[in-house]
């Protein structure tokens, strides 16, 4: 079955240092979908790739998708005590179910001020 | 729109005890799923259905139940409480007219079983 593995498990930064999360399927994705969730919170969605090389941004937020459709990545630049939170991204094997996702493990930011 | 709603927030049950978890949303979606997350798990999917009548098997459907009656309300059942089932369950549901797979997570249940 898929998988989605997500690197590293955790990351520490001081405020203004910059943040990066990796995510790699074993199949290759239809799309990849990126959702933070706060401490004692519930994910919220941030963004959904859908083609082949794909680059979103979103103020300080870059998204990746590879060119293989089986990586994503998020890039926070010069971090800041808000982005602290759980990062996922979620991927739906190619051809199956709408809304058929699996989920990485996720990042854990903590922000140092 | 109050999106997606879950009740109880939190839960304590003993070994072997039945109870549902509720799950409803008023943005007439047609997709709704049941995640669990563990720590250091991230969330894996347990049923998830496609419109009213329609359910199918997740990840980890094992010792859980749900039924779609109607487009707002997605219960989930669990059978008989183990230990092992000690999570924080989300539903969501999703608004494929937008193009996209975009998950509308509730505030989640806090389950324990002793």
């Known amino acids: 079955g898929q998988q989605v593995m997500q690197i590293p498990q955790y990351q520490h930064v001081q405020e203004g240092e910059d943040f990066t999360t990796y995510c790699n399927s074993s199949?290759?994705?239809?799309?990849i979908q990126w959702y933070k969730q706060r401490p004692g919170g519930h994910p919220v969605f941030l963004i959904q790739?859908?083609?082949?090389?794909e680059v979103k941004k979103q103020k300080r937020l870059t998204f990746q998708f590879g060119e293989a459709k089986k990586n994503s990545s998020l890039h926070i630049t010069a971090t800041q005590t808000t982005d602290v939170g759980t990062y996922f991204c979620?991927?739906?094997?190619?051809?199956?179910?709408?809304?058929?996702?699996?989920f990485g493990r996720g990042t854990q930011l903590t922000v140092w001020p | 729109n109050a999106g997606v709603t879950q009740t109880p927030k939190f839960q304590v049950l003993k070994t072997g005890q039945s109870m549902t978890l509720q799950c409803a949303q008023d943005?007439?979606?047609?997709?709704m799923s049941w995640y669990r997350q563990d720590p250091g798990m991230g969330l894996r999917l347990i049923h998830y259905?496609?419109?009213?009548?329609?359910?199918d098997q997740g990840e980890v459907p094992n010792g859980y139940n749900v039924s779609r009656s109607t487009t707002e309300d997605f219960p989930l059942r669990l059978l008989s409480a183990a230990p092992s089932q000690t999570s924080v369950y989300f539903c969501a549901s999703i608004d494929p007219g937008r193009g996209t797979d975009t998950q509308y997570f509730g505030p989640g249940t806090r389950l324990t079983v002793l």
């Open positions: 259905s496609v419109g009213a009548g329609i359910t």
């Open positions: 199949t290759t994705l239809s799309n």
């Open positions: 943005m007439n979606h047609e997709y």
């Open positions: 790739l859908v083609k082949s090389g």
């Open positions: 979620a991927g739906r094997e190619r051809g199956s179910t709408l809304g058929r996702l699996y």
